[in-house]
Each structure stands twice: as C-alpha cells, then as structure tokens.
C-alpha cells in the first residue's frame, strides 16, 4: 500500500521525473524504469528461492502442505509488495487463492501385481515402486488375468497399412501394450508416415489407443514402459500422480461419457516386463527387432488394487497490478510460472528449483518494481498449480478466469530460467512473433547480454501439452515464454537450490519487468472499444 502511494507520488511530480530523466539519459540507460529495476535484488531472490526450493516445501506437489507452504509464502510476497488480490469468489470477497477442484486417487500400499508363469507365480507391491497404477479402473476387486494378449503398440489402423490386433481376439483379457509408436525405420515393413503423424502428440495418441482397445472389449491394459520411462522411472512414477488427480471437470465428463473408471491401466517395471515378455524378438527398450501380436499361453496374472477416492482442492495464487490508463487499464496481461513440481518420494525430494521456482521466483521479486511503477495496462500475476499434473491449473485458469477471457490480451510464460547448467546462456523466448520487437527493446539497456527469439510456430510439437503457455495458445490468446532452454537435472532431486545462477536471475528478473512495461505501455494489443461495450 505504502508503496503505491509513493509511487503516484513520484509520477505526480514533473520536475524530479524530468530530473531522473536526465540522469538516466548521462548514465547512457535511456530508461525510466531503471531506478524501479534497482528494488531486485539478489538479496531478494534468495529469500523467495529459501522460501519456496528447500526442503521445508518437500518438493510442492500439487496439493500437498508444502505447495500450500510456498503459495501462503508468495501470497504475503504479493501483499508486501502492494499488489492486489486478483482472484474474487461467488460472494464477492477478494483473495490471492484462485481454488483448483481435484478428485485423488489414494491407493492401499498392499495393491499387488502376482505373475503366475510356467507354474511359478511372484508377487510384485505397488508401494514398492513395481508398477504405477495410470487408472485404478475397477476397483476393491481381485482381477484375474488369464493368458493375456500381446499386441505391440496397439494400433488399430488396417485402412492406414497398421494393425496390432491382427490374428489376435482381446476380448475379456488383460492387454500387454507397448508404449509410444515404432521408431523411425526401425521395423520391416516400416512404420507410415501417415500413422506417425497421427500419433506423434501423446495426449492424442493414448486416447486413440484406448479407444481401440475399448472397443475390442479389452479388460485391462498392461503398459510396457519405454526407455525414458525405465530410465527415470522414479520421476515417471511422481510425474504419473497426473491419472491419480483428476480436475473435477475432467472427471464430470470421464462420468458423462463412459462410466468412469473405464478400464484399469497399468505401467509395469521392465523387470517385470521382461518377465511377462521372454518370447519376443522385439526389444521396446532399443527398437531393434521385430514383434507379432499373440496370447501368452502359459502365463497368468492377478491384479489387485484398492484405493479411495478423496475430493482436494488446490490454488493458483493470483494478484493484480491495475494499470495506470483509464482505457487501457482494461485489458489484462498475465504473467504466470508453475508453483508445483514433483514432490518427493522416500528420501528424495525434488526441489524444483529451476523447475520452475526460478520462474515464480523472478515474479515476485519483479513485483516489487511493477508495484513502483505500473504500466498502463493492468497485469496478473499467476503462480499456478499442478503443471506437471498435465497444465490443470493454466487450463483452470483460462477456463476461469478473473476477468472476461477477452480483455486478457497477451500472455508471459516464465519456465526454467536460472540454472548453472542451462542449455542456453541468456534469456531464449518462443511466442507469438508480435512480441519479437517489445523483446529486443526490452533487452536493449542490458550491457552483454544475449537474446534469442523464436516463433511459436517452430516449437509447437514440443510445447503442445508441456508448458502453461499451451493453455493460452488454445485460447487463442497471444503467448510468449521466457526461458534459458533446458538443463541436465530436469526432473531430478538435483534440481536444487545450490544449481541455481542468482545473477542471472537478477538479470531475468528486471528484463521481465522491462518487457512487462514494454509490452504493457503498447498502443492496444485487442479492440478496447469492445471490452467498453462488453463492460456496459
Ligand atoms: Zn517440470
């Protein structure tokens, strides 16, 4: 509040802006938003970076009391600064917490995996780390699994030269299916390229493979894990809570359309696949070799999972900084990173720092300066939940958002910004190529430093799904995304504070608020003369 009236204050006076004026222009600035650039401080990133990275927040997973621990944290960060609340409720009442529905899946440590094969039988636990449940499916019910069916990547497309269910009746049986699609030119006769592109996008993907196994009646599926799932299979098991914590939303419609839970699905362990799969020639871990769909004669499974269904509600922490033009006050930037990461498992915790701390972190030092010297149009601050849950707290956010969809204007993404080991140096963004120019000004008072800007157009394969600037995309919403490319610990317990460069993001966080003047001083970016009509 303080800080508010200091800086009308400020502005009110022609004679000492004039003043700062000229000694920005001698020390060669050009700039007037140097001297709200001096309140970040490496000081002041540290005691976010302590507040939200440590191990005290056990890694904020979505819905857990240390995500609740940083967001209470950068709430109060918001207050200090003078920034207001930006979310308000049913009743009218103004908060920093935009609640997030969730329905949880808490599984019994004692679901079990048994595989009966050749007269053996072996018992493998879920708590022990065998197997990640992806949909519990029916439940408090032992399955048995009698001889059940492996059918490659279970792809049914006889009309596009590709079918996995050839010569095989899945009907009533467990389903063995390999993650993913062939690799490129890896199988005779080789993968279409039709069928690649169809399934390159793996939201897509899974969809159509559960959709063909739906309708050969399969009663459960078995997935088989590929490299990179048996490569960082601790991660893969944190990373799939995703299938555990369904938003209210989804699970309505989940309900509306199939009856949900629709079919119990199950990744296994490789050890485990390996086990169940000793017949084939096709290795799924290199590619190499060839497969044939057929029934596992001599083998039979029993599957047990228990688990409760709890309703949780999760926040998107959200403050706003009214802009300063009567017209353009209007119309909203949102400037948002991911509070939430993966949480921990056993001993490990997975800090997030890089991912995406540093992003949340640059934010609220950054509101510092932006509540000393605001630009004309109004800004959002978003800290939001559960991005590594599939962008269920973007998607909830543009859903429902805290002003109308359509004076949102354009959209700031901050992910993984400050690391030792960054891939790349600088500050890279990728967005919509109206923002190109705004960028490079706003990079222009700072000495050596580089920059690179790509268009969104370029990375869409990568982003689609990924990042929360995909759910403005999807709204059709002009986004852009600041990062310093990717980093070696990504979804490591390494991920900690001690890999991350505070002087970098010292400089990422005041070439953000440049850019957030930069962009939010602009002649309009939408129709303002709508939004007044709308407002009517
Ligand atoms: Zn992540």
Known sequence: MKNNILARNYRGSTIISIFILQILFFCGQGKTIAQENETITIKGLRQHMDSIASDATEGRFTGSPGYRKAAQYAANIFREAGLNPGYTNEKGEKSYFQPVPFIRYNYDPASS????????????????????????????????????????????EPELGWDDYTGVDVKGRWVIVLNGIPAADSMNPSFPDTLRKRYTDWKIRDSLKLHALTEHKAAGVILLPDKYATDNWES???????????????????????????????????????????????????????????????????????????????????AVSPGTDSVLRKEYMTVGAHLDHLGKIGDHVYNGANDDASGCVIILEAAKALALNPPKRSVLCVL????????????????????????????????????????????????????????????????????????????????????????????????????????????????????????????????LYSFIIELGNEQPLIDTKKINKTDN
């Open 113 to 156: 995996i048994t595989i009966l094969k050749n007269g053996k039988n072996k018992t493998f636990c879920h708590s022990a780390g065998n197997f990640i449940i992806l949909n519990p499916g029916i439940q408090n019910e032992n399955i048995p699994m009698a001889s059940p069916a492996f059918i490659g990547y279970g792809i049914n």
């Open 236 to 318: 893969t098991a944190l990373q799939n809570y995703m299938y555990n914590y369904i938003h209210y939303a989804e699970a309505d419609i989940n309900r509306k359309v199939s009856n949900e839970p629709v079919m119990p699905l199950v990744l296994l362990k490789a050890e485990l696949a390996q086990l169940l799969l000793s017949r084939q020639s096709y290795d799924p871990m290199s590619h190499k070799g060839s497969y044939h769909s057929y029934i596992l004669d001599n083998t039979e499974m029993y599957i047990a999972i228990d688990c409760k269904k709890e309703s949780v509600n999760c926040y998107n922490v959200v």
């Open 384 to 511: 939001y939940t559960a991005e590594e849950l599939s962008l269920i707290g973007s998607m909830h956010f543009v859903k429902n958002p805290p002003v109308p969809i359509g004076q949102i204007s354009l959209n700031i993404n901050i992910e993984q910004i400050g690391s030792k080991n960054r891939d790349y140096k600088g500050v890279w963004a990728i967005g919509s190529p109206q923002f190109k120019e705004s960028f490079f000004k706003a990079g222009n008072s700072f000495v050596e430093a580089d920059f690179k800007f790509d268009p969104i157009e370029s990375y869409l394969e990568a982003l689609r799904g990924h990042v929360d600037l995909w759910s403005y995309y999807q709204k059709n919403i002009p986004a852009i995304m600041l990062s310093s490319g990717g980093f070696k610990d990504h979804h490591t317990p390494q991920d900690k504070i001690d890999l991350i460069d505070f002087d970098h993001l010292q400089f990422a966080a005041k070439l």
